[in-house]
Nanobody, 124 residues
Framework: QVQLVESGGGLVQAGGSLRLSCAAS????????MGWFRQAPGKEREIVAA????????RYADSVKGRFTISRDNAKNTVYLQMNSLKPEDTAVYYC?????????????????WGQGTQVTVSS
């Protein structure tokens, strides 16, 4: 089992940047593919970015390609989401999640462990 804690959310103006962190404890995070999801009020939870166990493969939602970068430091059991050129439509609660698989999955139900989320608010 792994416990996940997100940090780094906050309020930022459109065009600004934030870096989210997800610290894992318990079983070594390198045993899991990791994903960042977000959920805005009244909307379903959606994938933002995902990264393989080794960090060698990444995937992004079309809406964030070229603006967001997912990375991981397995020595620190931490996954990051660098968010640049933020837009008001990026406003949501952001969650990190762990998936005990060798592939990259895109659906929330495919991830076994979740953090409690961190709020990101982008003002126009």
């Amino acid at each position: 089992q792994v416990q996940l804690v997100e940090s780094g959310g906050g309020l930022v103006q459109a065009g600004g940047s934030l870096r989210l962190s997800c610290a894992a404890s318990g079983r070594t995070s390198s045993r899991y593919a990791m994903g960042w999801f977000r959920q805005a009020p009244g909307k379903e939870r959606e994938i933002v970015a995902a990264i393989s166990r080794s960090g060698g493969s990444t995937r992004y939602a079309d809406s964030v390609k070229g603006r967001f970068t997912i990375s991981r430091d397995n020595a620190k059991n931490t996954v990051y989401l660098q968010m640049n050129s933020l837009k008001p439509e990026d406003t949501a609660v952001y969650y990190c999640a762990a998936d005990p698989t060798f592939r990259i999955d895109y659906l929330p139900h495919e991830y076994d462990y979740w953090g409690q989320g961190t709020q990101v608010t982008v003002s126009s």
